[in-house]
């Protein structure tokens, strides 16, 4: 199945102090783990971030047109640009995703608008978002709906259970990049 991969990288990183996604883990940016596991997928990869450090990966980079409205925003921006109807969305401070996740998610594409993981709740990173839910998804966040556990539920949706929770470590402190630096091998 065709699809394109957006990664997410425009947040504000308020916690971390500095743009996360360019914050090293054992000598390598954040992001540049993820880039290694989505390479494998051999599919268009398209950096969301004004920030022009991430030029140097050298992938197609564009940026949120409504700053500092989170997740929300970086979907609708994925959505707009993209020419594929699944799109895999991630989010560049997730290093420990891998492409077996990724090739899980694959299988379920087909019939449904959003799939995703869920433990206790829903994990909107990795997740594969259908073009098609765009108008209805701009019109919740026009309205001020911007959590994504509450947008994910409004649309036909595949949740996958989660075996190892730590994959899905969000590194967003000082603090969980030495979690993170533990779980990388």
């Known amino acids: 199945m065709d699809y394109t991969i957006y990664i997410l990288a425009e947040g504000k990183s308020s916690r971390m102090g500095q743009d996360k996604g360019l914050v090293k883990i ?3 940016e954040m992001i540049a783990h993820c880039i290694d596991h989505l390479l494998a997928l051999q599919k268009e990869i398209v950096i969301i971030s004004s920030n022009l450090a991430y ?7 564009i940026a949120d047109k409504e700053k500092d409205q989170g997740p929300a925003q970086g979907i609708i921006t994925a959505l707009e640009d993209s020419q594929t109807e699944k799109n895999l969305i991630v989010s560049c401070d997730m290093p ?3 492409n077996l996740l990724i090739r899980q998610l694959e299988e379920f594409m087909i019939d449904s608008d959003i799939v995703c993981y869920k433990k206790d ?18 019109k919740e966040v026009a309205q001020g709906n911007k959590k994504m556990q509450h947008l994910i539920k409004q649309f036909k949706t595949k949740s996958l259970p989660i075996e ?14 030495k979690k993170a630096e533990q779980l990388i091998k």
């Open 55 to 61: 030029k140097k990966f050298g992938f197609r980079m």
């Open 164 to 177: 190892r929770t730590e994959l899905f470590l969000n590194v967003n402190t000082p603090a969980d990049i």
């Open 121 to 138: 709740y829903l994990f909107p990173f990795p997740g594969v978002y259908t073009k098609s839910i765009l108008p209805s998804w701009k």
């Open 96 to 98: 420990l995703v891998n």
């Open 26 to 28: 054992k000598d390598k």
